[in-house]
């Protein structure tokens, strides 16, 4: 027989142990309510789409990252999804009679083969929100208050969601004079403002071939005050595209104020650039400020991406949750609830020997039918060996049934973290660990 | 501009709406507390695998059914998971340090490129749960409690597992004097034993070569009653490995009477043969009597597959549900609860004009507080149009706040299915839907 050698995993691939994955399912399993709370419904997409349907959307840099997939005797050619966004505007296309606004998140994985690093990973989870349908602000209004609902569900504390408007940064364009074909070069440059400083800016404006004098009409215009929408109005009242732009964040703001976010929590940041070029009006980033910890979300209206495949446009607005980076963040900055455990396990019911199997059968799916979640020892090889496995699993309770135990009807009950044990009656035994767990 | 086009699915792939998503969030969700009751814990392996990993595990015909897949630069051959059983046993092996026993579940699509037919596709979701690490029969007992536990929750009420034993088997092909080479086919044949009966069954063994005198033998231990475990130790008393395998099973119905599992639910039956080579003692298969709708789950222990990778074999025993076919038949049979309805959610508010946004905006925040899904209008059309939409999404409450209510800090609650109308006060809103609901 050939040595047996450890299997690998691809590159930039990964596992998640039990462990970690309790964490996953804990945070998703939150976002995932308060999507429904706001009327948002599942949709679920084939991991594999055709090739010809993800080609031409995401620039070639990106296409360049695509798995492409194929079996023996297939003729058709297949990839493995980039993002959730091109899968939904193909749904969209194929089934007309959805309902519209047509509002679905989906939590799912998708591949790009980008260079491994700690954090990133060739498989990673996207977690998107989109209204399908909907020209309204109160469309992104509902967006915005939802990333803030589910922020603070989370115990996220000091985030802001920063809000600016393609229109408006269209709009500062052309008062600045800068040629169209400059503008997503310009864009950048600005989008770099908080890391590189107005002079950082300034100097990469010029190094781009952009004339002085634009560089500093453009420079005084995002330098204004975030929020101060009524300087801004005042500079560009002869730009009618900046003016619509600033009536639709005049409006939002309305919208989010009625619906009680904070004004903390918010912030109208003309220098905020979302990369995709295929957002057309209100724009929205989420960073947390304290620690600073970089975005947890990004969206915006894209209003002709939808319609790509469709017969009439489909004006759509959406947020994605970094939702990998908020797992991450917050496993440093331990979030998870002390109910999120090592384990899932609530309780081991040891087996003292071969006669009291049953006896332990019998309490374990009693304890499960009150809905503790119990593990039975499935090796009768000595407590103390049972009791090492409770320990290195970090299950909190065991309870023990030997022979004197059994004849008087009770249980040994022991508490893991402080090593107390406590004689439990065995018809209270479920009861008790409830309110020891925390339950009743 | 081109036309635009219609994009197309993959053959074999499929989209998951809304609706069925929520029937099949709700099938999930309660297999997977079955699981976490029983101490089972979540593993998530990535879709894509070094193709070397799955190669020469599931023979020829099935590997050629497995997608390959790779990035335009990289070097790597991948493929994508052909089942959960074989990413198990890499992620045993490469994490030597798991506590043993090791119980988990992954609840996962697999990729098959099996011709399409009505309710089979190329992805499709496996749940599998297994117990890795342990020779116990109280291994296995709990596996089939707990494949009656979910069952009996998801509501089916006439089923059996079956139960068999490869030992008995691999006894009973020694008893008659079936040669090794032949004993494949020999199963086979008897695995067909309710299909095509005793005299088809003895018709394919003929046509097999098999000699009519080995034939006789067989057909007469394969026809004992299920469940008469002494007969057929009496009759092949004289083959150690037939004897091991009766005494698992009389050690597996103790424990199954002590967790309780009804006699009814459960059955030895010497001709059932679970087709997959890799099993080494008991395996087990549930199907429903009524209506006659095929296995729904299939399993069994696997002592040498999961150290495949290992250093030290480890003794593995696990279930399979057949999701897929569990949903299509709960679907079938109407067995989803009312609370899974066409659509998570339960009340519209609607927006009755321009100067009542902020009212309508208020309310639905302050119902999504209270645990209710909300939709808020999103066009501000007339009210004709919002309870059109809530009738086409069925959604089964709407609320009207006029300017008339507003003023009396009332709101009108509409009942969609009756078409009822009542006033209620603005602050008692949340509670009268929670009662309406059932949820308070």
């Known amino acids: 027989m050939p040595p047996k050698i450890v299997p ?73 999804r980039y993002d959730l966004t091109v899968p939904l505007t193909r749904v969209v296309a194929m089934y007309p009679d959805l309902v519209k ?137 002869e730009i009618p595209i900046a003016l619509e732009g600033l009536d639709e964040l005049e409006q939002l703001a309305t919208f989010l104020n009625a619906a009680g976010v904070p004004h903390t929590h918010y912030q109208f940041d003309f220098a905020m650039v979302r990369g995709l070029a295929y957002y057309t009006g209100p724009i929205y980033e989420t960073v947390v400020t304290e620690p600073k910890i970089g975005a947890l979300t990004g969206g915006g209206r894209y209003d002709e991406l939808v319609g790509l495949f469709s017969k009439h446009s489909l004006p759509t607005t959406g947020t994605s949750f970094g939702i990998e980076r908020i797992i991450d963040v917050m496993d440093e900055l331990a979030m998870y609830p002390a109910s999120i455990g090592k384990t899932v396990t609530h309780v081991l019911v040891t087996v003292f020997n071969r006669d009291l199997v049953g006896v332990s059968l019998r309490m374990a799916n009693l304890l499960r039918a009150a809905g503790i979640n119990t593990e039975l020892a499935l090796e009768i090889e000595g407590l103390g060996k049972q009791l090492k496995y409770a320990a290195a699993k970090a299950i909190p309770f065991v309870v023990i049934i030997g022979p004197d135990e059994n004849a008087a009807q009770q249980a040994t009950l022991r508490d893991m973290t402080t090593g107390e044990q406590t004689l439990v009656a065995q018809e209270e035994l479920a009861m008790t660990l409830k309110r020891k767990l925390g339950f009743a």
Chains 1, 2 share one sequence.
């Open 101 to 237: 606004p047509f509002k679905r998140y989906q939590i799912a994985p998708v591949w790009r083969a980008e260079r491994p690093q700690k954090g990133r990973y060739r498989e990673f989870y996207q977690c998107d929100a989109d209204i399908v349908g909907s020209p309204s602000m109160l469309a992104d209004a509902e967006i915005i208050t939802m990333i803030y609902t589910v922020l603070r569900t989370l115990g996220f504390q000091t985030f802001v969601t920063k809000i600016n408007n393609r229109k408006i940064l269209t709009g500062i364009g052309q008062y600045a004079g800068v040629p169209n074909e400059l503008l997503g070069g310009l864009y950048r440059s600005i989008d770099k403002l908080e890391k590189i400083g107005v002079d950082g800016v300034r100097e990469e404006m010029i190094r781009n071939a952009i004339p002085e004098s634009v560089v500093d009409k453009m420079i005084d215009l995002i330098s204004i005050q975030p929020n101060d929408l009524s300087e801004l109005r005042e500079r560009l009242r």
């Open 8 to 80: 690998r995993l691809p590159r930039g691939m990964r596992d998640i142990l039990p462990q970690k994955m309790l964490q996953r399912q804990y945070v998703i399993g939150e976002i995932e309510k308060v999507f429904q709370r706001f009327g948002f419904e599942p949709l679920q997409t084939p991991v594999l789409e055709l090739r010809e349907t993800l080609m031409g959307k995401y620039g070639e840099d990106a296409e360049k990252l695509i798995y492409d997939a194929r079996h023996r005797e297939g003729k058709e050619e297949l990839s493995l």
